[in-house]
């Protein structure tokens, strides 16, 4: 806790007090001396029980008296805030399965319960529509919602219900300040590797150089004719045997007794993986004498593929403590928006847990509750605060993570960068959008964004002075302020199709503030004319196309709406109600399903028709055949009531 600044809380007197923090979980174990006693008189002061109605949410699992721990465990352990008051609600009695319909009604029984803070550190792998909603109502009524990414990294696109909501704050995990939070380089010629070190394995005082070798499945069978001595062995996770199983802590002991330098283990399955090293036997006698890292199927199987007997590789392991965890779900959930919003210390935390004990752990679920106590701080010092308030602060104040070779990691994976609450505590200014998303297209190449901005203490709005950084060296940056807005704008010459990660930099005279940016170009211009209230789209493509989706999102609710275009044949969709719009194509093109990006501001709106079936997404001709058949069929009912009577 004390890499994300919680000394400076303490020595401002900020503890949680008159705070009250909602834990969507599992339960707590209000039993826990670090968390004792249910009712007004104790820590957990209310909540309900969905698995086991009637019954108090005592946790029986230990997820929630984890979570519950980090926010406000008072005693031997101390959380972020521990003089905060929790409310429990209920609704897994595993922590795996879990309903949508009880993180639904637990949100509802927060609001009328009145906590200031929401914590949920369980959800589902997909969009659910009813949670989100749920979590946009907590919002707008003054709550702020603190949820887990997820633990389904490091693929892309693995952030679902309810991280993947706008106006939560989403949290990632990043290591912690402890020796074991290790990251590791492997470089061949000049390539670099993405290598996580296995639990177990020690920092190195230097870099290790030897001659790779292909060692199978790490077997004594598989080793024994090779030249192992010095080198650093690649092997596959598992076995070829059905129902065998290799550890790897028998891999490491082969190599290490053969005289390698070090081992890498590649997946057997897609993607990189945490390992341990545990000697199967827990109660004999093992410790690692070699490192040991892992490395992804693909990266495994293209290296194993390019060896030669010549091949060499250099290793090095250290501490590293702002470094994204590699199960930690990653994005985009969306073109228009950024999630995850930040990241927090997920990797061996150590917290409560049943029957009055502790236990370390790791997860997204134990990132998120940092932030939830982080923002209880935010709001015992400003009670006034919005969500969107308390929500820029944490998010504009954060610190870089970086990966292993000092390359910042994608803003899928991080957001902004890592919690800061020292920084959020010290910050007088509100920045709001606390993230901007640019669409330029080859036919549109600048757009500009305004930031929006006040102060906490009601002072004048300093004057900043703005820098931008890309990994798009072709992107132009300009800014102005006035007053209390800031105009920054993008365009790019070099018509690179891609998206591109960059960071926006506001510095005053006391503090440094930093937005993230991503920056999409795309081949195609999305055009969409406002007349009367209809939205009527058009496409320009370089390439030939066939047809084009149209989907128009309402930015606040996410209702959808869609229609579709053809190079002859153009489309439109009414809208009724005010406010911003995101507009996707989804274009099928000879070669490929490209898409295109379009932000809408919407003042003029339709009269809503009772008979207007695009609303719900019907084509305007179809639509039309549709409301024909309907008038029919009322005119005959009509007609035969008449003839009745």
């Known amino acids: 806790m004390e890499l994300v600044g919680v000394k400076a809380a303490r020595l401002d007197g900020l503890d949680g007090q008159g705070i009250k923090i909602g834990v969507i979980d599992t339960g707590i174990d209000y039993n826990h001396p670090d968390l004792l006693g249910y009712g007004p008189s104790g820590k957990v002061i209310g909540g309900y029980d969905y698995v086991n109605a009637n019954e108090k949410p005592?946790?029986?699992?230990?997820?929630?008296?984890?979570?519950?721990?980090?926010?406000?465990?008072?005693?031997?352990?101390?959380?972020?805030?521990?003089?905060?008051?929790?409310?429990?609600?209920?609704?897994?009695?595993?922590?795996?399965?879990v309903s949508s319909d009880y993180i639904v009604k637990a949100l509802q029984h927060a609001m009328q319960d009145g906590v200031n803070v929401i914590n949920i550190s369980l959800g589902i792998n997909k969009t659910n529509d009813e949670i989100d909603d749920a979590i946009d109502k907590a919002v707008k009524n003054g709550i702020v919602v603190v949820v887990a990414a997820g633990n389904n990294g490091p693929l892309d696109d693995t952030i679902g219900s309810p991280?993947?909501?706008?106006?939560?704050?989403?949290?990632?995990?990043?290591?912690?300040?402890?020796?074991?939070?290790?990251?590791?380089?492997?470089?061949?010629?000049?390539?670099?590797?993405?290598?996580?070190?296995?639990?177990?394995?020690?920092?190195?005082?230097?870099?290790?150089q030897g001659k790779i070798i292909y060692g199978g499945y790490g077997r004594l069978e598989d080793l024994k004719n090779l030249e192992i001595k010095g080198s650093i062995l690649l092997e596959e996770r598992g076995s070829d045997v059905k129902g065998q199983k290799v550890y790897f802590a028998e891999k490491e002991k082969n190599a290490a007794d053969l005289g390698a330098k070090a081992l890498i283990i590649f997946n057997n399955d897609t993607g990189i993986f945490i390992g341990?090293?545990?000697?199967?036997?827990?109660?004999a006698a093992y410790s690692p004498r070699i490192p040991v890292t892992s490395m992804s199927k693909e990266d495994g199987l293209a290296l194993r593929s390019a060896l030669t007997s010549d091949t060499v590789g250099s290793l090095n392991v250290f501490y590293h403590p702002?470094?994204?965890?590699?199960?930690?779900?990653?994005?985009?959930?969306?073109?228009?928006?950024?999630?995850?919003?930040?990241?927090?210390?997920?990797?061996?935390?150590?917290?409560?847990?049943?029957?009055?004990?502790?236990?370390?752990?790791?997860?997204?679920?134990?990132?998120?509750?940092?932030?939830?106590?982080?923002?209880?701080?935010?709001?015992?010092?400003?009670?006034?605060?919005?969500?969107?308030?308390?929500?820029?602060?944490?998010?504009?104040?954060?610190?870089?993570?970086t990966d292993a070779y000092g390359k910042l990691f994608p803003i899928s994976a991080v957001g902004s960068g890592r919690l800061n609450i020292t920084r959020a505590l010290e910050s007088n200014l509100i920045i709001v959008p606390h993230g901007l998303v640019f669409n330029l297209s080859f036919d549109n190449n600048s757009q500009t964004k305004t930031l929006y901005m006040k102060t906490i203490d009601g002072s004048a709005i300093p004057h900043l002075k703005a820098s931008f950084s890309s990994n798009d060296s072709s992107l132009?940056?300009?800014?102005?302020?006035?007053?209390?807005?800031?105009?920054?704008?993008?365009?790019?010459?070099?018509?690179?199709?891609?998206?591109?990660?960059?960071?926006?930099?506001?510095?005053?005279?006391?503090?440094?503030y930093h937005i993230p940016v991503v920056t999409h170009v795309?081949?195609?211009?999305?055009?969409?004319?406002?007349?009367?209230?209809?939205?009527?789209?058009?496409?320009?493509?370089?390439?030939?196309?066939?047809?084009?989706?149209?989907?128009?999102?309402?930015?606040d609710t996410g209702q959808t709406t869609s229609t579709s275009i053809t190079p002859q044949e153009t489309r439109s969709l009414p809208v009724y109600e005010k406010g911003q719009y995101w507009v996707l194509a989804q274009i099928s093109s000879t070669n490929k399903t490209d898409e295109a990006y379009q932000t809408i501001l919407v003042n003029n709106v339709s009269q809503r028709n009772i008979l207007d079936l695009q609303n719900i997404g019907i084509p305007t001709k179809e639509a039309a055949i549709i409301s024909g058949i309907i008038v029919l069929i009322v005119a005959v009912g009509l007609g035969g009531r008449l003839g009745k009577s």
Do not use: C
């Open 322 to 401: 702002d470094f994204v965890a590699p199960f930690s779900s990653e994005g985009p959930v969306s073109p228009f928006y950024i999630k995850p919003d930040l990241v927090a210390p997920g990797v061996f935390i150590n917290s409560t847990t049943l029957g009055g004990k502790y236990n370390v752990t790791s997860g997204t679920s134990f990132a998120a509750p940092h932030v939830a106590g982080a923002a209880a701080i935010i709001l015992q010092k400003h009670p006034g605060l919005s969500p969107e308030d308390v929500t820029s602060l944490l998010v504009t104040t954060t610190d870089p993570v």
């Open 58 to 97: 005592l946790d029986t699992n230990g997820h929630g008296t984890e979570v519950a721990g980090i926010i406000a465990a008072d005693g031997n352990f101390t959380g972020i805030v521990p003089k905060a008051k929790l409310l429990a609600y209920k609704v897994s009695s595993t922590g795996e399965a």
């Open 276 to 283: 341990e090293l545990v000697e199967p036997n827990k109660t």
């Open 163 to 208: 991280g993947k909501d706008i106006n939560a704050i989403t949290v990632g995990a990043s290591y912690n300040n402890l020796t074991s939070s290790l990251a590791a380089t492997f470089e061949v010629g000049k390539k670099q590797y993405q290598i996580v070190p296995m639990v177990g394995t020690q920092a190195l005082h230097g870099t290790i």
């Open 522 to 555: 795309t081949k195609g211009t999305l055009l969409v004319d406002q007349r009367n209230g209809t939205l009527h789209f058009l496409l320009d493509y370089p390439d030939k196309w066939s047809y084009a989706k149209i989907s128009l999102i309402e930015s």
């Open 476 to 512: 132009n940056f300009d800014y102005s302020q006035s007053g209390d807005t800031l105009n920054v704008k993008l365009s790019d010459n070099a018509k690179k199709e891609g998206t591109y990660d960059g960071f926006l930099i506001l510095n005053d005279t006391k503090s440094s």
